[in-house]
């Protein structure tokens, strides 16, 4: 799960990328401290269900 750079975790923004939601849309990958942990989400949500 992608936390934020407080520690937080970022599952909101997750639930829209996976419901179609654009990425840049969804959150800002400067407030993460791994942006690349998005990549398994953005696949699975553009690889359908």
Avoid: H, W, Y
Avoid at 25 to 43: C, E, H, I, M
């Amino acid at each position: 799960m992608p936390r934020t750079l407080n520690g937080k975790k970022c599952e909101v923004p997750v639930k829209k990328i996976l419901a179609g939601v654009a990425p840049e849309k969804a959150v800002s990958r400067g407030a993460l401290q791994n942006p690349d942990a998005l990549g398994p989400f953005v696949a699975l949500a553009v690889g359908g269900s």
